[in-house]
């Protein structure tokens, strides 16, 4: 409930601040919207007047109808066409706005939310809002509409207009519970859309696997995703359903109400005007009270699909401040040390999975050495470099840069002194080399890495990236050299590499790293070429068991 609250909250926040920029806009489109709708009440008044008036037409009654139609005609499409352009100018935002909040949200709650959720919210919630966004034009008129006829209603007699409310009271009651049940319907499309895209995923991603695996492919098409597709088939008839049952209610309620008339009539007594009146208005507002029940499911989907964006500023966990704000690019810095002091990051326990915590670590690394961080698979490697490149912050205790501690504030400038290869890299075919340096300063690092007859450079980028993986990661070392970074982290860089490029890696490529000014932080489970650190850190189960040093062939007490 308290987080339904918060959700709303933000979502009323962020319409203020998407309506903010277009809001004269909006205001003039609901304006002419509303008065279109109310001027074709008037016209519907004027039509009566004409059929049943008492005592003939009046003067220029003809010239009165075709302003009011004009008016209706006019407002609506102006109306329209304001709320379209707004609409548009709202989806880009809502477009850029969600790519803001991936890019600022913390980095362990991507990882949490996983790829297929964050791919389901930019593919599928960012048009399903504008939808219902660009409804709201429709709902403008009919809104004006159903005002000016209900107003209408009242003037031609007040009884049956209180009985007609009574009615539509009742009607929208009921339809509130099947609208209900449609929303948690909406709930549960949106949850089979990411699971469908998680099965999307591995469609492209393991097609490989999945033409050697029978099983696997069997098992993917005929339970994984037909039980996805059967799912939503079944939710979309369910909802289509629901549909139906709110148009059916709206045109029982009318037949209700045209029985009422005629029993009124038969009762009370009622004149010709009144009764034309009101059967002319309860047969015209048949449209808007359609557009209506159409926008109900839309508002219920753009609910859901809010709510799903919000999730990335969920549970306490705050969009990284300044992120986005372009600052001129400051030349690298050298550094002297780096201290993490009582460092730890802890990964809670879910469903099956344990808790496991790293830390807490003390160890200061020295500017222009190499450090290799070595351990079993799960000892907290790739962790304790996330912490070191500020992609996590410390739970506990702090990382300071040159003896100053690193703070929420400063994370993003300390971050630019690192160039990082993870395990799992992406390979940008950009080139933006640091000092202002062109993209040609990159052909000694190809050659060098025997890329040279394989990968040329054009229009400031790679001319290919199609490539073994072994290349395809000497790609990657090309481009972070090139950033020109005072501390490169490297994560098991070797693995993929051929035993002769192992060593040379190893031999040659680090200690001439290091020469150029550069501080190494390399993963590696090579245990024979432990000796090309200066210092070999030991993790066993998130802690620090041994620091062993070459030089002195010494182990440090931790
Ligand atoms: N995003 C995460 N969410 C939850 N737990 C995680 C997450 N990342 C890692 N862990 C857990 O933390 C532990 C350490 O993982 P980490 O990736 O740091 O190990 P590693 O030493 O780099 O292993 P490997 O040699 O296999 O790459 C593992 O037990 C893992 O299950």
Known sequence: ???????????????????????????????????????????????????????????????????????????????????????????????????????????????????????????????????????????????????GCGTYMLIL???????????????????????????????????????????????????????????????????????????????????????????????????LLFAGLIAYKILAGISGAELSGFVLVLLYIQTPIAQLIHFVPLIGQAQVAYRRIAEFAEEGAEAEAGLLSARPPEPPRRIRAITLRGVSHGFPAADDRAPFTLGPIDLTIRAGEILFIVGENGSGKTTLIKLLLGLYPPQTGEILLDGVAVTAQTRDTYRQHFSAIFFDYHLFDELIPADGAGPESARPLLERLDLAGKVGIAEGRFSTTDLSTGQRKRLALVQAALEGRPVLVLDEWAAEQDPTFRRRFYEELLPDLRRSGRTLVVISHDDRYFDAADRVLHLAEGRVVRLTERASATAEPV
């Open 157 to 255: 007699s007040p009884a049956l207009s209180a009985v007609t409310a009574t009615v539509l009271i009742l009607e929208s009651l009921g339809a509130n519970i099947l609208r209900r049940n449609m929303l948690r319907y909406f709930e549960d499309v949106r949850k089979n859309r990411e699971a469908t895209q998680k099965h999307y995923l591995t469609l492209t991603e393991a097609a490989k696997e999945l033409r050697i695996g029978r099983e696997r492919r069997l098992h993917l098409r005929n339970v994984a995703l037909r039980d996805c597709i059967e799912q939503g088939r079944r939710l979309t008839t369910r909802i289509a359903v629901i549909q139906q049952s709110l148009s059916m209610l709206s045109q029982s309620t009318n037949f």
């Open 1 to 147: 409930m308290g987080q339904d609250k918060a959700v709303l909250r933000h979502f009323v926040q962020d319409a203020i601040r998407l309506l903010r920029p277009v809001w004269p806009l909006v205001a003039v489109a609901t304006a002419l919207g509303s008065v279109g709708g109310l001027a074709t009440a008037a016209a519907l008044a004027k039509i009566n007047e004409a059929f049943y008036g008492e005592g003939g037409l009046a003067d220029g009654v003809l010239l009165v109808f075709a302003g009011f139609a004009a008016l209706s005609v006019i407002g609506t499409f102006a109306a329209s066409l304001g709320n379209a352009y707004a609409g548009g100018r709202i989806q880009a935002a809502l477009s850029c706005d969600l790519t803001d909040k991936i890019l600022t949200a913390p980095i362990e709650r991507l990882e949490r939310l996983g790829k297929h959720k964050l791919l389901a919210s930019l593919q599928g919630d960012v048009s399903t809002i504008f939808t219902a966004i660009a409804f709201l034009s429709p709902i403008v008129v009919a809104g004006g509409t159903l005002i």
